[in-house]
Each structure stands twice: as structure tokens, then as C-alpha cells.
């Protein structure tokens, strides 16, 4: 390894005693990238629309996230490649697709994490929300400007994802939702949504966020067959963490809405904060929507370029300054053209195939030898991985169906 290289962050003090630090940051990472903008709002607009039977739909998720995280890290980890490469192993080109899709995606989506966290200043601080947008990008900048910018990173993910998780509790105990209720409705629920199933697994799993700690273990040195028990426990970890706090904003959604209390359509998660805890609550919800952002920021930015690692030796050698460059990219096009249409449109086509794409080419590669080698993937996480593909490669089919022609509108 070339010495510009061994200056990167990626090349993290060996795995010996920060293996649990490095193992605990890779769940948080991917955990926070999930809990992005759109997550506060999708879990909330969905309470309102099923009430307690989404708590079926969140336990439904959890399910198919695990079966896909669990099998897209094991794979990587005991192949010691990443998604790109090994997608290049199954069919020549399609890592360059995937690694394109993944760029793309984790760009435009990086734009509204940029945007969220910049409206998070302004509801904490009241100041605009293009400043507090810079302002985030400077601080995301900071941590990859930082000798040991992967710690700064594992740091950054833990304590702000932490953050919002306490956060989003204490709304929920002011709300007094009916927790008998969502209980009982989880496991017998009057509706069965499965669209929106599909949709909170693509949310959480989908685009760049499953590969995002699985890559960022894979630069940490913590892969191979040796490794794989802590590889598993990571990867659902990070499934739990974004998980429990879509439970608690579920609980404070339906303590609101159970008493008759209708969402504010233009922002509904902030309404929910306001009405359950005032004034108080509607800060608690700025700084919930910063972290959510800045987190977002730093794991799409981490995640969409490393898949971009492998395809040139120049990005290789200059990571971190790729990284920025991405998170400039992504601030100056909110800052001067806002959320534009057509790149959200076409993020949006491009993201609803990555999962299924990426995951059924990984679930190819878990049995070719020269990928894997003598490593032999349990039958009931290639039979589970395959469940979650048909699924969302049908989500897939309607998403491309429904936005492509957008396009031409």
C-alpha cells in the first residue's frame, strides 16, 4: 500500500481493542444514514394513515431489514470486497452500474440531507435555512478534514444517533400514546399495508445505507470468516438502532393522532414534537432534524464514494478529498438551485433498483468460489435474501413506472 494511502482515514488502527468501538460505529453509521429527513416523515405521515396497525409494519421491516443486512455484510465481509467489485465478479460492468446508481443516489439524496439539517438550524436557532445548511456542511467537512476521521465518524454517528433516539423518547412519554393498543395491533392489525412494508424496507436498507457499514468494517481490516460472528452482530445492531427509534417516533406519532389531532401536511414530524411537548418540543424536533441530517450527510457522502474507491486509483489515493468534494457539491446545488426535481426524480428511479440489483447479485456471489472461497452461506439467508428480492425488485418495477414518465411530463 502506497504511503498516500496509508494516509487516509480509511486506514484505521488495526482491530485489536477498538474492535468494539469500530463494530459499534459501522451499526450506528448505518443506523443514523437510515434515520434520515425523510424517515421522520415517512414514519409519520404512515402512523397517521394505519394508526396502531403500523406497528405491524414496522415488526414486518425489521424482519426483511435483517435478512438483507445480515446477508449483503456477511458477504462482503467474507469476501473482503466491496459491493462494486463483487457485483464486477458476477457480471463484468455491473459494479460500474451499481457503483453509478449508488453516486447518483447518495448525491441527490444528499441534497435534501443538507436541506433537512440546514431547516433543523433554523428551527433550533431561527437562522436561515441555506446558512445552517453551510454551517452543517463545514461541520461534515471537519470530520473528514481529521487525521482520525473514522473515529470522528464512528463518534459523531453514536452520540447524535443517541441524541435523537432520547429525544424522540421523551416526546412519545408526552404524548401518552395507547401502548396496549400498538401492541396488540402489531401482532393482529386491523390493515395489512404492504406497499408500505416495501417502502419502509426500502427506506431503511435501500440505496448506499446497506452497504455503509458493511464497507466501513471492510476499510476498518474487520472481515474474513474469522470475523464473521461480529460482522452478523454489527449488522443487526445497526437494524435495531434505526429500528427503536422508528418504534418511539411511531408511539409519539399515535399518542397525537389517537386524540383526533390532524398533521401538519407540510411538516408533519415537526407538528407531532409541537403538539406533544410545545414549544420545548418543536426545539427537540430541530435538533432530532439536525442530526438526522448531518449523520445522513456523513453516511451518504462515506458510502456513495467509496463505491467510486475501486473504480479509479485517483479517487483511491485521494478519499477524503473526494468525500468533501461531494459534500460541497451537494450543499452549493441546495444552496443555489434548492431540491432540484429532475435529479430527485432520477435519484429516486436509480435507488428503488439498487436494492434488489445489489442484493440479488450478492446473493449469486455468496456461491461462486473464486468470490467466497470455501465459505458455505446458510440456506435460510439465501432463501430469506431471495424473499426481500422478488419484493422489492417489485417495488422496483412500480417505482421505475410510475417516475420515469415524470421525466417527459
Known amino acids: ?8 482515514y480509511t486506514d484505521l488502527q488495526k482491530p485489536t481493542k477498538s474492535n468494539w468501538s469500530v463494530l459499534l460505529g459501522a451499526a450506528f453509521l448505518m443506523g443514523s444514514s437510515a434515520i434520515g429527513p425523510g424517515f421522520l416523515t415517512q414514519t409519520a405521515v404512515f402512523t397517521e394513515q394505519l394508526l396502531a396497525s403500523f406497528g405491524f409494519v414496522i415488526l414486518m421491516s425489521i424482519i426483511l431489514d435483517i435478512g438483507v443486512q445480515v446477508n449483503v455484510w456477511r458477504i462482503i465481509a467474507v469476501s473482503k470486497k466491496r459491493g ?33 439539517a440546514g431547516l433543523g438550524m433554523n428551527v433550533i436557532f431561527g437562522i436561515d435555512v441555506r446558512i445552517g445548511a453551510l454551517i452543517t456542511a463545514a461541520i461534515a467537512i471537519g ?3 481529521s487525521k482520525e476521521a ?11 444517533g443517541l441524541m435523537m433516539v432520547l429525544l424522540t423518547l421523551y416526546v412519545a412519554f408526552q404524548s401518552n400514546p395507547p401502548v396496549g393498543e400498538a401492541v396488540f395491533r402489531t401482532f393482529a392489525p386491523e390493515t395489512i399495508d404492504v406497499f408500505a412494508i416495501i417502502t419502509l424496507v426500502g427506506g431503511t436498507v435501500g440505496g448506499y445505507i446497506t452497504f455503509a457499514g ?9 472481515s474474513g470468516k474469522e470475523n464473521l460472528h461480529q460482522v452478523t452482530k454489527s449488522s443487526v445492531s445497526g437494524i435495531v438502532i434505526a429500528s427503536i427509534m422508528r418504534i418511539f417516533l411511531f408511539l409519539a406519532v399515535l399518542g397525537v393522532v389517537a386524540t383526533g389531532f390532524k398533521l401538519d401536511p407540510n411538516n408533519p414530524p415537526a407538528s407531532v414534537f409541537m403538539e406533544a411537548a410545545g414549544m420545548v418540543g418543536y426545539k427537540m424536533f430541530g435538533l432530532v432534524l ?20 475501486t473504480l479509479s486509483k485517483k479517487i483511491d489515493q485521494n478519499n477524503s478529498k473526494v468525500i468533501i468534494g461531494f459534500i460541497v457539491v ?4 441546495f444552496a443555489f438551485i434548492g431540491e432540484p426535481v429532475l435529479l430527485l426524480i432520477l435519484a429516486g428511479a436509480f435507488n428503488g433498483l439498487i436494492l ?12 461462486k468460489k473464486e468470490i467466497v472461497g470455501d465459505y458455505k452461506h446458510p440456506l435460510w439467508l439465501t432463501i430469506f435474501g431471495g424473499i426481500v428480492f422478488i419484493a422489492t425488485a417489485y417495488l422496483a418495477g412500480v417505482t421505475l413506472i410510475n417516475q420515469v414518465p415524470k421525466l417527459f411530463s
Open 1 to 8: 500500500m502506497s504511503s498516500k494511502q496509508k494516509n487516509t
Open 84 to 116: 462494486q467489485d463483487i457485483a464486477n465478479m458476477v457480471l463484468p460492468g455491473l459494479g460500474y452500474f451499481l457503483a453509478f446508481a449508488v453516486a447518483l443516489g447518495g448525491l441527490a439524496f444528499n441534497v435534501g440531507n443538507i436541506g433537512g
Open 143 to 145: 470530520i473528514f478534514l
Open 150 to 160: 473514522g473515529v470522528a465518524m464512528d463518534k459523531i454517528a453514536r452520540y447524535l
Open 214 to 222: 458493511g464497507h466501513r468494517l471492510l476499510d476498518a481490516g474487520i
Open 290 to 309: 439536525w442530526a438526522a441530517g448531518i449523520t445522513s450527510v456523513v453516511g451518504a457522502a462515506y458510502t456513495s464514494v467509496s463505491f467510486l474507491r
Open 330 to 333: 451537494s450543499t452549493i446545488i
Open 356 to 367: 434488489p440489483v445489489a442484493l440479488g447479485t450478492l446473493l449469486i456471489a455468496a456461491y
